[in-house]
Every structure is written in C-alpha cells, then in structure tokens.
C-alpha cells in the first residue's frame, strides 16, 4: 500500500493555507512568552507594572484585570491622549486603593499588593488600532501559621498559597538552616494551590526556621517566610490597654 509521506503532503497544500496553520501553531507560544511573571507575598513591596515607552497621540489606552479569584474581567481605567494632553477615564470604584496609574507614562503601580489583586493585567490600545501593548501576570503568595501562637513543645501547621498554581512551577517548605535539612519532626502535604508543612513538638528556633519557596526547573522564583511565636508557657493574651 502506498504512504503519502508528510513532505509530499506539505507541498501539496496551498502556500496561503501553509502560512495560516504556521501562525496557528505558533500564536500561543509567542503569547506566553510576551507575558511578564512577577510573585510578591501578601502585603509585600510595591509593584510597577510599566506602559509602553513611547506613547502616539490621539490614541486610547485601557488596563483590564483578569483576577486569579476568578472574578470577572475588569477594565481599571481608560486613559485618552488629544494632543499633548492626557485624559484619565477611570470608572470609579474599579481601582482598588493600592492602585495608581500614571498617566503621563501608564504605568500601574500596587502599593502592598494583597493577595486578592493577584492575576493577569493587560495594557490594550484600543484607538486608532486595537493591539496590546503590554501584558504581567504577577501571582500572589500567602503564609499563614495555625495556631498562630502555638505552645511549646505543641504542633504547628504552617500553610503557603500561591493565586495560581501553573503546570511548570512548584511549591516547597524547606528550614532556612542547611543543617536541618534532615528533621524527622516535619511533614509536607500538597493540596491544589497550597502546600501543608505540619511540624510536631515545636521549639522556639522553629519560629523563624521555615521558608516556602516557588521553583520552577530547579530555579527560585520566590520565597515568603514562614515566620511564628512560639509560646513559652499557657498565657492569656490580652488586647493592648487591658490589664
């Protein structure tokens, strides 16, 4: 029985239909590639998403958020250049108050991002032709210790969620102290989007022993840590002012 072999079958295709599938298979790959990744842990430094370097006059700009939460698309602002002139046509109540977005450059700068303003943001020109300009996903992390306080000598579960889980990155508890490496009185749990590190007869050093890492192919992408109180004795804790 005759085999057509792939290169006769690519030569009879038309040239048009040839470059259309190159396209296709090539679009998502240049796409993943032109988006930005940053991490920042819950509460961390301020993050500045830039615009574009040179801006044409007459034209609209418009930044869209795509939150990790699942929460629907969300235009943040729309800001219109006239000449030399900027105009800022933000819908109110769109714009968290961490926030800002510089019209004279469109950047969007986050003051201590939370952990809820992780996702993907899109810089568009909408006018005279629509095409974006710039695009970051930035993932939030979230450390978390329960008990907050716990006794010594109690266990403890420190917990470390990242916004958005992708397939080729990672999550990891590891002690910060090379030496302990090695610690028998721990134990790792991965669920969906967090990992679980579960420490039995906590000492006063595991307070500010644990770090959570991001890897992706053996690299660190980021680290948050998993830092506690250890308590020394059953105290009651009361609110400032009261005694």
């Known amino acids: ?4 072999r792939p290169r006769l079958l690519c030569s009879s295709l038309p040239a048009g239909l040839m470059f259309s599938v190159f396209v296709f298979l090539l679009r998502p790959v240049s796409t993943q590639k032109n988006r930005n990744q940053m991490y920042f842990s819950d509460n961390g430094d301020e993050i500045v998403l830039n615009g574009p370097a040179n801006a044409e006059k007459n034209t609209v700009f418009v930044w869209e958020w795509n939150p990790h939460s699942g929460k629907e698309i969300r235009i943040l602002t729309t ?64 450390v978390e210790a329960s008990p907050q ?13 990242i916004s958005r889980l992708s397939d080729t990155v990672s999550l990891h508890w590891r002690p910060m102290d090379s030496s302990q490496q090695n610690r028998s009185n721990t134990d790792q749990i991965r ?16 307070g500010n ?21 250890v308590d020394k004795c059953k105290c009651v804790h009361l609110p400032l002012g009261i005694k």
């Open 1 to 4: 029985m005759y085999k057509m």
């Open 209 to 229: 022993l644990y770090v959570c890492e991001v890897r992706e192919n053996g690299n660190i992408l980021h680290t948050s840590n998993g830092g506690f109180t």
């Open 79 to 142: 800001v219109r250049r006239t000449g030399g002139y900027w105009i800022n046509e933000k819908i109110d109540g769109n714009l968290y108050p961490e926030m800002k977005v510089n019209t004279s450059t469109l950047d969007l700068t986050i003051d201590k991002p939370t952990f809820k303003l992780a996702g993907i943001f899109t810089l568009t020109q909408t006018e005279p032709i629509k095409q974006i300009l710039k695009q970051y996903e930035i993932f939030g992390m979230k």
């Open 191 to 206: 669920l969906d989007n967090t990992v679980y590190l579960m420490v039995r007869h906590v000492t006063v050093e595991d």
């Open 149 to 161: 306080r716990p006794l010594l000598g109690s266990d403890v579960t420190l917990s470390c969620t």
